[in-house]
């Protein structure tokens, strides 16, 4: 693959995974785990957007 549709599938793969830690330290009232997700949440959208641009200059 890629390093532009890895940096994507990768920052994909963060999002979802920070929205889960976010969730669950909502439910279970765990700020620390509430804000490790969003970080990672955040972390995850910066990549994915990192892998749409480098798309962009491969052509």
């Keep these: 693959m890629k ?3 890895n940096d994507q ?6 999002e979802a995974k920070g929205k889960v830690k976010q969730v669950a330290g909502q439910l279970v009232g765990n700020p620390d785990l509430e ?6 949440n955040l972390t995850g959208k910066a990549q994915k957007k990192l892998g749409q641009i480098e798309k962009v200059f491969e052509r």
């Design 35 to 40: 804000a490790a997700g969003l970080a990672e």
């Design 9 to 14: 599938a990768a920052g994909k793969l963060h």
């Design 3 to 5: 390093p532009s549709t």
